[in-house]
């Protein structure tokens, strides 16, 4: 008799032990599931970086005190937060606590003792105030409503799409490359998507394209009315990843005639298992947040996986990405290279960090796109 009343609470206290267990796992895979929606799916203005003083401004130069941000190479935006926005490029001279590097006003004044920040968008506000390109702010309908976009217009009848990345209505990530785009004679519609905040509201998550490729399909239509024949689709960031689920999903796929990723994340959920990993976040309790992410916010994590979708890709992809990518490791965008069946062209962008490909190194990526841009429409 002992031993059964014994037996029955060894049992009651492992089911106990099961039920703490089964609700501690819930409670931390629904506590990781807000940390996925709140590092990965809900838009947020973009931070603003740490601030300079600048020593000295004028012919040409600007003196901006010596720190690893100051003196890294490439070409990068300047603004002192107060209608003065201009570039820096090369390093001219160093000193010990300072350094001097070529440097142009965009737009505004600049003056020694502003605070300046770095940016690497390389360019503000618009395509007019940015470099004095034309441009019309036109109206998308799209399904849930309309959808602001910049149009720049071209000679071809050939358009590029171009879609920012994550961060609420960040248009100006497709400045710097406008140039380029104008010199080539392509019509550049850059658009807002879903959840931007001069667009419809979607509940207010990014989906990574899962629904957001809606919105590519709006400015198609749109772009037809206006005499496009076909396009070439350009992401940025997140962008690029709502350009390959388009590419997946939209019947009107065949219309594009390339597309362009800018540092595309190939698989989003191994990006939720590196952040579970670096905050010590068990692996079991990380597979239960992604679990429970994709009752609360719909996602599909198999079909975000690009690396398992590789041999769905058929137009013909120009691929660029930073190997100091702090979000999508670079290994992975190689594998995916190696394993994508259709035709892929690969830049590779040494010491360059998340969508700061052309800041590295403008020549080399104004060339890439023209190319591939040009190559596009000729085949």
């Not at 965009?106 to 441009?135: H, N, Q, S, W």
């Not at 599909?300 to 120009?318: G, H, K, M, V, Y």
């Amino acid at each position: 008799m002992e031993e059964s009343k014994l037996a029955l609470w060894v049992g009651r206290i492992a089911a106990a032990v099961v039920i703490g267990v089964a609700i501690g796992l819930f409670i931390g895979a629904f506590r990781g599931s807000g940390v996925i929606a709140d590092d990965l799916l809900t838009p947020h203005p973009r931070p603003t970086g740490e601030a300079f003083e600048v020593e000295l401004v004028g012919s040409g130069r600007i003196v901006l005190p010596r720190t690893d941000l100051t003196e890294r190479p490439g070409v990068w935006g300047v603004t002192n937060g107060d209608g003065a926005y201009g570039q820096m490029a090369a390093v001219i001279s160093q000193e010990a606590e300072t350094v001097e590097r070529s440097f142009r006003t965009l737009t505004g004044r600049f003056i020694a003792g502003d605070m300046v920040t770095l940016d690497a968008y390389a360019a503000a506000e618009d395509p007019m105030e940015a470099f004095a390109i034309d441009f019309d702010n036109v109206r998308i309908p799209g399904n849930l409503g309309v959808n602001p976009a910049w149009f720049v217009d071209g000679s071809s009848d050939t358009w590029v799409i171009l879609v920012h990345g994550e961060g609420l209505d960040e248009r100006a990530q497709a400045l710097r490359v406008l140039p380029a785009l104008v010199d080539g004679g392509f019509p550049a519609l850059v658009i807002t998507y879903r959840n931007d905040s001069a667009a419809p509201d979607d509940g207010g998550y990014y989906r990574w394209g899962l629904s957001e490729w809606h919105d590519i399909d709006a400015a198609m239509t749109y772009a037809h009315s206006h005499g496009a024949s076909d396009f070439v689709l350009y992401g940025f960031g997140m962008g690029a990843n709502i350009a390959a689920m388009h590419l997946h999903e939209s019947e009107r796929a065949a219309e594009v005639r390339g597309a362009i990723f800018d540092s595309a994340v190939v698989d989003l959920g191994a990006v939720v298992d590196r952040i579970a990993d670096e905050r010590g976040i068990p692996g079991v309790v990380a597979t239960a947040a992604k679990a429970v992410a994709r009752l609360r916010f719909g996602l599909e994590w198999s079909e975000l996986n690009q690396l398992i979708r590789a041999d769905q890709f058929d137009t013909p992809i120009l691929l660029m990405h930073g190997t100091e990518d702090d979000v999508a490791p670079i290994a992975e965008t190689d594998n995916f290279v190696t394993s994508v069946t259709g035709p892929i062209t690969y830049e590779r962008f040494e010491g360059a960090g998340r969508t700061e490909l052309w800041n590295s190194d403008p020549e080399r990526y104004n060339a890439a796109v023209l190319t591939f841009l040009i190559e596009a429409i000729t085949n």
